[in-house]
């Protein structure tokens, strides 16, 4: 046992996110860019250790949130291209340009303060510009009556001294959703993407880059690629719920049995006593909660991975532990490892008990847990 690994911990596998990135370019055509999403520390996977190893594997870009993430990345040695997705105030231009970082645009003013910015600095910002088709969230708008306005902003905004507009993107808002009202609403989107591009470069603009694929386009519309894919969540092996790609999953979140004790039945367990053992039943207590990331709300309603099996999770989830049922594992014992979600306790299953979906958990998973370096086998048990 390691010093990291006494209470609980989260495996991180080079090995698997390697192999995904090789599945998810071969399913990319020819001379089609890899950007990888890195953002919110790389799902919790740690932003610097996954861009340097996506920047070893030949990827072409890497994108986060914010300018905290990329300066983050520039600190820490790691030099190819990097997309700022969200805002940034104008007054970072200079930043901006200092450490090389493209940004993404959502506007004609916010294009105009980037210019009037850098022209002020004396030098060139790079940018992308976005594009709403209907997400409604950042972009130059372009859905229903806004479409020649749109695309009048966005070609003006290409022309503005100072900035180099290398990119145009769009964001799909349910690519990876099933059902035919989902699938015509993404081909809508596509349509008003490719529409805009068109329209703007008859007004004179000029992109090296267009890009709108991400996790579920890549999945569900291959002919989407155009210059740049850019997946997300199926670049750590989540998301392919069909198995279609052979992804792996890249973290593995692990505890271990603090303890073993028989409860008496009628015996309540943990705060608020909603469960009640209704038999002589074998308690285990593990060292992870709330505070870890395990959602509360999976209360009662999911399973963790224990060797011989699948343990039922009791009572309510606290903040540094929580309580499973090993009655039908009558081999566990103190010290064993639990398997929270990885290879072999599904995080779909977890994502789904607490409501939310696994982006939401990989991400929540907390500073205070270590992260430890592991090459998990994709199916161990």
């Known amino acids: 046992m390691t010093e990291t690994e006494k209470r609980c911990w989260a495996e991180i596998s080079p090995e698997n ?178 529409a805009a591009i068109e329209a703007a470069e008859r007004q004179g603009a000029r992109f090296a880059i267009r890009h709108c694929m991400n996790s579920g386009a890549l999945l569900h519309y291959p002919e989407f690629a155009l210059d740049m894919a850019r997946p997300g969540l199926l670049l750590y092996g989540y998301g392919d719920t069909e198995g279609k790609l052979g992804l792996r999953p890249c973290m593995r979140l692990v505890t271990r049995l603090l303890t073993v004790k028989t409860l008496s039945p009628g015996a309540s367990v943990s705060y608020g006593r909603r469960f009640t053992a209704q038999r002589e039943t074998r308690l285990g207590v593990l060292g992870i909660g709330y505070a870890d990331g395990l959602p509360r709300l999976c209360s009662n309603r999911c399973a963790f991975a224990v060797a011989g099996g699948m343990a039922p999770q009791r009572g309510s989830i606290c903040m540094d532990m929580c309580m499973l049922d090993l009655t039908e594992l009558p081999e566990a014992e103190p010290g064993d490892e639990v398997e929270i979600f990885g290879p072999a306790a599904d995080l779909n299953a977890l994502s789904e008990a607490a409501q939310t979906i696994p982006y939401e958990l990989l991400c929540a998973v907390s500073k205070r847990v270590p992260r430890v370096i592991k090459n998990f086998s994709p199916y161990r048990v």
Request: one cysteine or more; aromatic letters at 8%; charged letters at 20%.
């Open 17 to 194: 996110l390697l192999h995904n990135v090789r599945a998810l370019r071969a399913a990319l055509p020819a001379g089609c860019r890899f950007l990888g999403v890195v953002k919110a520390d790389a799902y919790g996977h740690g932003a610097v250790e996954t861009a340097k190893l996506l920047e070893g594997a030949g990827a072409d870009y890497l994108a986060v949130a914010c300018l905290d993430e990329a300066l983050e990345l520039r600190a820490n040695g790691v030099t190819m291209p990097v997309l700022i997705l969200g805002h940034s105030s104008a007054a970072y231009t200079e930043t901006l340009i200092e450490h090389d970082i493209t940004q993404a645009v959502a506007g004609f003013e916010e294009a105009r303060a980037f210019s009037e910015a850098a022209i002020r600095a004396g030098g060139t910002l790079r940018v992308h510009m976005a594009v709403d088709t209907g997400m409604s969230r950042l972009g130059f708008l372009c859905t229903g009556k806004n479409f020649d306005r749109g695309v009048s902003e966005l070609a003006h905004a290409c022309s503005l001294p100072g900035l180099d507009a290398e990119g145009v993107f769009t964001h799909f808002a349910v690519a990876d959703e099933p059902g035919e009202e989902n699938e015509r609403f993404t081909r809508e989107q596509y349509r008003l993407f490719t």
